[in-house]
């Protein structure tokens, strides 16, 4: 669907687009909820451009014959969930998120991922530790005073954090790893400092909504819809070398498979 620049209050009353993000006064939800899923969905779609311009709040209101707080209410959080940007008396415009369509399939690391993505790839270090921790112990097969090396970093696309992940390493099978300066690809380092041939990984996905430890990193006004993988990788030996929990953003990424017939 081809869409106007702007959706000023001066267009059609019978705007299509304008009519498509009306609530509809026969639905339970609240009418700033629906105005808010409706406005994100077309944000994200693309009907609404990155950048096009949106009626202010009181041409809005008039436009749907709701009231201005219902309105206000709606772009506080469309904000809050960066589908919106404020200028000032210059207006509301739209701010499509990112949309990222990695293969799944194939064990890669998060640098990895983002070259073949065409983006580049950063990293913020959370927190860093030598840690002991039953739950962990468990997932590795380990005994219970195990040490691992535990590392909880914010991952970003061209500066834009996508994903908060909260990382243990077996220092039992990589000692060396303790020394770590975190630069770097902790595969390469596995493999050229560790002598560690990885094999294969095993990957969950979940949906969640975000904590407040990923909301705040993700800059969301409130808990938002995001992918949580968990992953354990193998070296060639069997033995579990990595232990990943990474929580993606859910306006960021759309996975895709390739789905053979046999």
Same mark, same amino acid.
């Given at each position: 669907?081809? @869409? $106007?620049?702007?959706?000023?209050?001066?267009?059609?009353? #019978?705007?299509?687009?304008?009519?498509?993000?009306?609530? $509809?006064?026969? @639905?339970?939800?609240?009418?700033?909820?629906?105005?808010?899923?409706?406005?994100?969905?077309?944000?994200?779609?693309? *009907?609404?451009? $990155?950048?096009?311009?949106?009626?202010?709040?009181?041409?809005?209101? +008039?436009?749907?014959?709701?009231?201005?707080?219902?309105?206000?209410?709606?772009? /506080? *959080?469309?904000?809050?969930? $960066?589908?919106? @940007?404020?200028?000032?008396?210059?207006g509301v415009?739209?701010?499509?998120?990112?949309?990222?369509?990695?293969?799944?399939?194939?064990?890669?690391?998060?640098?990895? +991922?983002?070259? +073949?993505?065409?983006?580049?790839?950063?990293?913020?270090?959370?927190?860093?530790?030598?840690?002991?921790?039953?739950?962990?112990?468990?997932?590795?097969?380990?005994?219970?005073?195990?040490? !691992?090396?535990?590392?909880?970093?914010?991952?970003?696309?061209?500066? =834009?954090?996508?994903?908060?992940? @909260?990382?243990?390493?077996?220092?039992?099978? %990589?000692?060396?790893?303790? /020394?770590?300066?975190?630069?770097?690809?902790?595969?390469? !380092?596995?493999?050229?400092?560790?002598?560690?041939?990885?094999?294969?990984?095993?990957?969950? =996905? *979940?949906?969640?909504?975000?904590?407040? %430890?990923?909301?705040?990193? !993700?800059?969301?006004?409130?808990?938002?819809?995001?992918?949580?993988?968990?992953r354990k990788?193998?070296?060639?030996?069997?033995? =579990? =070398? +990595?232990?990943?929990?990474?929580?993606?953003?859910? #306006?960021a990424y759309?996975?895709?498979?390739?789905?053979?017939?046999?």
């Open positions: 669907m081809t @869409v $106007n620049k702007s959706l000023a209050p001066a267009s059609n009353p #019978d705007d299509p687009l304008i009519g498509r993000i009306a609530p $509809n006064r026969k @639905v339970a939800a609240p009418s700033y909820q629906q105005l808010t899923n409706n406005l994100a969905a077309l944000i994200e779609s693309g *009907e609404i451009a $990155n950048g096009q311009s949106l009626p202010s709040e009181r041409a809005l209101a +008039e436009k749907l014959n709701l009231s201005r707080v219902t309105v206000r209410r709606a772009y /506080e *959080e469309l904000r809050g969930k $960066n589908y919106l @940007v404020t200028h000032g008396r210059a415009t739209a701010k499509a998120p990112p949309r990222l369509t990695p293969q799944l399939g194939r064990l890669k690391g998060f640098t990895e +991922e983002m070259r +073949e993505l065409g983006m580049e790839a950063s990293t913020r270090l959370l927190e860093h530790g030598i840690v002991t921790d039953r739950t962990i112990s468990s997932i590795f097969g380990r005994p219970s005073t195990a040490r !691992f090396l535990r590392l909880v970093r914010l991952r970003l696309g061209d500066g =834009i954090p996508l994903s908060r992940e @909260v990382a243990w390493y077996d220092l039992s099978a %990589a000692p060396e790893l303790a /020394e770590w300066d975190i630069e770097g690809s902790v595969y390469r !380092f596995l493999s050229e400092r560790c002598g560690i041939a990885l094999s294969h990984g095993e990957q969950m =996905i *979940e949906a969640v909504l975000s904590s407040e %430890a990923e909301s705040a990193v !993700f800059e969301f006004a409130a808990p938002s819809p995001c992918l949580l993988m968990k990788t193998f070296s060639q030996s069997g033995q =579990i =070398i +990595e232990y990943v929990e990474g929580t993606f953003r859910g #306006d759309a996975y895709r498979l390739t789905l053979n017939l046999q």
